[in-house]
């Protein structure tokens, strides 16, 4: 062996030696033993890890002491409430009025499911909740705190409110919430929302009020507006105080996204003392009972202003007044700006249809307004909506000839759907024009994607509802769409549908 060789190995030697010495040393200082370097454990076996944790809180709960009262206060105001929150659930069938090329009419129906919440709010088992929650269901059924399910009734409801009564059947005990009074209500006091956001179950949310007086359309208006977090499912549950008490029912949020809301930190609840005067009205006569002043009107904008010379700051503008009405007889004209109601400065005409609403059937109520530049204070008595008012004279059709109500829709070729339950929780109302046929004497004043609120004076709150108003309707007479386009209102009246013998003949 030559001196050249025995030096390569000597390296080769040197080098191994100390490769095997650093990774006996690491595995050592990892906690393996010798053991396990040499071949003791099969691959991939599992090695326990030393580990110690900690023992000891960073705070004593002496040093947080505030915080601990109100971690204790927030649990059991939370243990007082959730017994009195519901979850509904509802089932139903749809029905869908479609109109083929032909103008001829097939009907397609299909289940729906929903759901919701609700708050007990007496002994006997009446539940308040959201009317878009339950509205065109069949079947009710609610859930108590303790799991069990009730089939519930319908006891009546207020659409323009959005709110509905219900009635547990068959549950001995219940523990009804107390109404607080939402006229004592301050933005920033500390309020919670309790629920069944998505189907999950009972939650808690907490927040503050962050605005009163809010409006999400033309008949919603004065809601709270919480960053209490609500979201679909929630509607129709208590938003409560410190105290435990109802000062408002959850029931819509705002959400960019129409197709998948999701609560972004805005959520609007009802009044409390809206809904119990609502409640009070139903359980006694089993409808709401509004009040009527027979006036439309109209906000002032730049045209009006200088169509009327009015300088003044607020007000709304008389554009019409029901012969036989309240408005009427109180000595209302067209053109008269109406600046104030029973002492309450007028800034809307939203605002004032809120207030005659609001008023008692009976009630007498000063009406100050400006007219041709000179100020006048009027007095009207409030009637009952829909009771002591003059009707417009409606055609007839001649006796013994019955307009067939497919024959007028066809003749129009509007055709409608309802409104999902997203759209409801976000405050619309009303149908949505889905398409407007060629032929039909609707689609130069409809567009499609249109909200369709009224037909004539009428509020419509679902297809079929729509479709029975504007057949009866158009089938003698001009018909008035009231809606809403690209977030205005519009005004679009329809032609009478005029009789097939009343079409002039082609001659030869």
């Known amino acids: 062996m030559n001196a050249g060789f025995r030096r390569l190995l000597a390296l080769v030697v040197v080098f191994a030696t100390a490769f095997v010495a650093v990774s006996a040393l690491r595995h050592w200082r990892t906690g393996g033993s010798w053991k396990d370097l040499f071949g003791g454990s099969s691959a991939g076996e599992f090695r326990p890890e030393k580990f110690t944790l900690a023992d000891k809180a960073p705070l004593e709960t002496d040093d947080v002491e505030l915080l601990s009262r109100l971690n204790g206060e927030y649990a059991r105001l939370t243990k007082a409430v959730t017994p009195s929150v519901v979850s509904i659930g509802t089932e139903g069938v749809r029905t869908e009025r479609l109109l ?39 079947q009710i059924q609610v859930t108590l705190h303790d799991g069990k399910t009730y089939p519930a009734t319908l006891i009546g409801e207020d659409a323009l409110l959005d ?3 219900l009635k547990i059947e068959g549950a001995r005990e219940v523990q009804p919430l107390k109404f607080g009074d939402s006229s004592a209500v301050e933005v920033g006091q500390l309020v919670f929302a309790v629920g069944n956001p998505f189907g999950l179950g009972e939650t808690v949310t907490q927040g503050i009020i962050s605005a009163k007086e809010r409006s999400i359309s033309d008949n919603q208006r004065d809601l709270f507006q919480t960053d209490a977090a609500i979201n679909p499912g929630n509607s129709g549950g208590p938003l409560v105080n410190l ?54 009107m109209a906000d002032l904008d ?20 029901t012969p036989g009405s309240p408005a009427e007889t109180a000595g209302l004209q067209p053109k008269d700006v109406v600046q104030s109601y029973n002492g309450e400065a007028i800034h809307s005409m939203n605002q004032l249809f809120t207030l005659v609403q609001r008023s008692r ?27 002591g008012t003059a009707a417009a004279p409606v055609q007839t059709p001649p006796q013994g000839r019955t307009r067939d109500p497919e024959e007028v829709l066809a003749a129009l070729g509007i055709q409608v759907r309802d409104l999902s339950v997203q759209e409801r929780m976000r405050g619309f109302r009303g149908v949505v024009a889905t398409e407007l046929l060629a032929e039909g004497t609707a689609v130069e004043r409809v ?11 009428a509020r419509v709150g679902s297809a079929n509802e729509f479709y029975m108003n504007l057949a009866a309707s158009a089938a003698v007479q001009t018909t008035t769409l009231y809606l809403v386009r690209d977030g205005k209102q519009l005004r679009v009246d329809l032609p009478a549908v005029p009789r097939q013998e009343e079409t002039p003949a082609s001659g030869r």
Not at 108 to 135: D, F, K, L
Not at 302 to 321: D, M
């Open 100 to 138: 083929d090329n032909l103008g001829r009419a097939r009907i397609r129906q299909y289940p729906t499911q929903g759901q919701g919440s609700g708050v007990i709010v007496s002994q006997e088992g009446h539940v308040v909740t959201n009317h878009h929650v339950i509205a065109g269901q069949q």
């Open 163 to 165: 709110i509905a009564v």
């Open 243 to 296: 105290r435990g008490e109802i000062i408002g029912i959850n029931a819509a949020i705002f959400s960019s996204n129409r197709e998948n809301p999701g609560f972004q930190g805005v959520g609007f609840s009802i009044p409390s003392n809206d809904v119990k005067d609502a409640i009070s009205q139903i359980l006694e006569r089993g409808r709401p009972v509004r009040g009527f002043l027979g006036v439309q």
């Open 302 to 321: 730049t045209r009006l202003r200088g169509i009327l010379q009015y300088t003044g700051k607020e007000g709304a503008v008389v554009g019409a007044v």
């Open 361 to 387: 059937n009976g009630q007498e109520v000063p009406i100050g307004i400006w007219r041709a530049g000179q100020a006048l204070t009027l007095k009207a008595v409030i009637v009952e909506s829909g009771a």
């Open 447 to 457: 567009k499609a994607g249109d909200l369709i609120v009224a037909v004539n004076n």
